[in-house]
């Protein structure tokens, strides 16, 4: 299915848009908050009211509407908590090895990184679907003067290099001044770790949810 013949859209601002470039998408009819549109790719977020309980999944069917008809109903699986980290490379890695890139270095005991995700459930106090957490206007001032603090509502667990970081050493797990659906966690890096070139992270939250393999920091 072409969604937009051949054009591509992206939202300009907060709150995301329900509908970009004439396309809507629907999960158990309820309708997504928008990023961007292109002819073979949608980047939506979850509605919040499909409301999953923590430790537990279901079956929701996605439709696409478009100018052209509807596609036919799909189904695939939602949880309230399925954490994804996002890396800069986009291959898995975190923080990279001396010299891999600009002025990168390896993690050191007692650093605190920014490990940006999605999947992390709710957040409190609450926030809209399509909103960041800039207010009112969803726009952040320079001095993050209009940054509302919000946390989730389960702590993760974080690990790094197989040793997991203490609870005091996780700093903040909620929604930072960033696009609507990504979550931040600030962990600082436990002593413990084994200096590598590719120690693994894992986030988890709620029941046992757990992030891809894979990603990855160098630690000295």
Request: aromatic share 4%.
């Amino acid at each position: 299915m072409n969604f937009t013949e051949g054009e591509a859209y992206a939202a300009q601002g907060f709150p995301l848009p329900a509908s970009l470039g004439g396309v809507t998408v629907r999960f158990e009819g309820l309708q997504a908050r928008l990023f961007a549109v292109g002819p073979q790719r949608i980047e939506a977020q979850l509605p919040s009211l499909l409301g999953m309980e923590a430790g537990r999944t279901a079956l929701a069917t996605v439709v696409v509407e478009t100018a052209e008809g509807s596609s036919y109903p799909r189904r695939f699986t939602v949880a309230a908590h399925a954490p994804g980290v996002f890396t800069v490379s986009g291959a898995g890695v975190l923080a990279a090895p001396r010299g891999a890139s600009g002025e990168s270095r390896p993690a050191r005991v007692g650093d605190v990184l920014e490990i940006y995700a999605t999947g992390l459930g709710p957040v409190y106090p609450p926030l809209a679907d399509g909103e960041n957490s800039c207010a009112p206007e969803g726009v952040c001032l320079a001095d993050g003067a209009n940054v509302a603090l919000r946390r989730t509502a389960e702590r993760p667990r974080v690990s790094i290099g197989g040793v997991e970081v203490a609870a005091d050493g996780v700093l903040f797990s909620g929604s930072p001044p960033t696009p609507a659906a990504v979550g931040m966690v600030l962990v600082e890096v436990p002593a413990g770790i084994a200096p590598s070139a590719a120690a693994e992270v894992i986030v988890a939250i709620g029941g046992g949810s757990s992030s891809q393999s894979g990603v990855t920091i160098a630690v000295e």
